[in-house]
């Protein structure tokens, strides 16, 4: 059904036939798949790198003035670079790991290639929130930088943490589906196959239904943790 | 009895946008095994800095730190995390972990040291039973009032058994009321565990009800140093006289206000 020759409402109720949500489950699987993948990619080395730079930034725990300007350039421009040419950048990388520079594990690549270096300054910026005077009591009990990281700054700023990867996530799905289009399947492939080029809007509808109720369930997930933790430590 | 921390010459200074501010100007102290000394001056004196000297948060630009046997500037990276579990710190603004319970909060210190587990409870039961919070050891620091969260501070830079605790204005961000109750309490445990204490405060009324001895910081120098009664008897130095005055209206409202009229 197309909005050319269907009305709206027409092609609204047709988004909820059974044929149509038969073709799209096995691209939700894909989509689900490569979310989580990539977001659990993007989990350790945003973090690892997010550390990194929280420790080396000017009022950070070991401040080093060069390393930390060069890995802040290295980050910004990995940031700079649009998913689409990150995709099209990492095709020679996935050909390397994969054998293949197509289907839903290269574009998992080119999507964590693009979300850690996001991911670390959300990171670094959580992790920043923490007061100096923890930090100090922390010194003064005698910690060593690695205790005051792992056992203080993190559990510290923990559901700062959660509402970051929340959006993160969030992010990762809508790079999925651009994904898509460089022949990594999912939601995003249908859309653009079906609903693109073949005006078959009601497929276009049903693809915009699972997106929000992922995108819907991802937040509202964190959202509840993040509370959660607040609520527990009697900080709400 | 004879000095536990000495004080030599203590210079520090810090960049402020380009301009080189001194807030320790050669400071020289020296204090006794097992009393209770009180630093005051008023905010801006340096007396922070100093605090934070002591156990090398700040590293200052030249002098001699001695705490019992222990030559702190001299000190390697690990020495000095060694060194820093002896010498306990509470602050004015608590620095509680809020992601931990009272419970942790307590215990962190010896989690760190690698303490076995029911060495570490035993000892976290006896330190909250002695600062009074047996009863609030699953709480989380967030749901504690002032005094509470202050004696969640106290027990945990007294659970590695340290031989000197600096008091950085532990008192000021609380009411009278609670300020006398953790007074006591820091008295109790100088008097129970013979623990020196560096009391910081800009409260003339927590020296006098709880030290011994005392100097005045001012603008980075000591002005005076020696017993407290003496001090507020036949005070030498402008902020001396300046203090007892202060004192002396705050403490005696009947005559300041009866004797003229």
């Not at chain 1, 950070?60 to 930390?68: A, E, F, V």
């Not at chain 1, 802040?72 to 940031?79: D, K």
């Not at chain 1, 850690?116 to 100096?132: F, H, Q």
């Not at chain 2, 009180?38 to 705490?67: H, M, Q, W, Y």
Request: charged fraction near 20%.
């Amino acid at each position: 059904m197309s909005l050319l020759n269907y009305s709206f409402w027409e092609v609204f109720l047709g988004s909820f036939s059974p044929e149509i949500w038969k073709d799209i489950f096995p691209s939700v699987a894909d989509t689900l798949y490569m979310t989580l993948l990539a977001s659990i990619i993007m989990l350790i080395g945003g973090i690892v790198l997010g550390i990194i730079l929280t420790a080396l930034n000017p009022d950070g725990l070991i401040p080093l003035k060069i390393p930390y300007t060069i890995s802040g350039w290295f980050i910004n421009v990995l940031r700079s670079l649009p998913e689409m040419i990150m995709i099209i950048l990492m095709i020679p990388v996935a050909r390397l790991i994969f054998g293949q520079s197509y289907g839903t594990n290269s574009c998992i690549i080119a999507i964590s290639a693009s979300c850690i270096p996001m991911y670390a300054r959300i990171v670094e910026s959580s992790l920043l929130e923490i007061s100096k005077g923890k930090i100090d009591a922390a010194k003064s009990i005698g910690s060593t930088n690695f205790q005051i990281i792992f056992r203080v700054i993190i559990p510290e700023t923990l559901p700062s943490l959660i509402r970051g990867f929340t959006t993160a996530v969030i992010t990762v799905i809508s790079m999925t589906a651009l994904a898509g289009n460089f022949g990594a399947g999912g939601i995003g492939d249908i859309a653009v196959r079906y609903g693109y080029q073949r005006f078959q809007h009601d497929k276009l509808f049903a693809c915009i239904y699972i997106l929000i109720v992922i995108v819907m369930t991802v937040q509202g997930v964190g959202n509840l943790i993040s509370k959660r933790l607040l609520k527990r430590r009697g900080l709400v | 009895m004879s000095n536990y921390v000495e004080i030599e010459g203590l210079h520090k200074s810090f960049k402020v946008h380009g301009a080189t501010l001194e807030v320790l100007k050669g400071v020289d102290l020296s204090i006794k095994k097992g009393e209770i000394f009180g630093v005051i001056g008023f905010s801006g004196a340096g007396k922070s800095t100093l605090a934070r000297c002591i156990n090398r948060l700040e590293t200052p630009d030249s002098g001699k730190i001695t705490v019992g046997d222990t030559d702190i500037l001299s000190l390697s990276k690990k020495g000095l995390l060694q060194a820093r579990k002896k010498i306990g710190v509470v602050f004015q603004t608590f620095n509680l972990f809020e992601a931990k319970t009272v419970y942790n909060n307590i215990a962190y210190p010896l989690k760190i040291s690698k303490v076995k587990k029911d060495e570490i409870d035993k000892r976290v039961r006896e330190t909250a039973e002695l600062v009074g919070l047996t009863d609030k050891l699953n709480s989380y620091p967030g749901g504690l009032s002032g005094g509470q969260k202050q004696r969640v501070g106290i027990a945990r830079a007294l659970i590695s058994d340290p031989d000197l605790l600096i008091s950085d204005e532990a008192t000021s961000a609380l009411d009278p009321q609670t300020t006398l109750q953790i007074l006591d309490l820091l008295k109790e445990i100088n008097r129970k565990k013979g623990i020196t204490i560096i009391m910081i405060t800009h409260e003339l009324d927590a020296i006098r009800y709880s030290c011994q001895r005392m100097a005045v910081l001012q603008d980075g120098l000591i002005i005076e140093s020696g017993e407290v009664s003496e001090i507020f008897k036949n005070p030498h130095s402008h902020t001396g006289k300046l203090f007892a005055k202060v004192f002396f209206e705050l403490q005696q409202p009947e005559l300041r206000d009866g004797g003229g009229i």
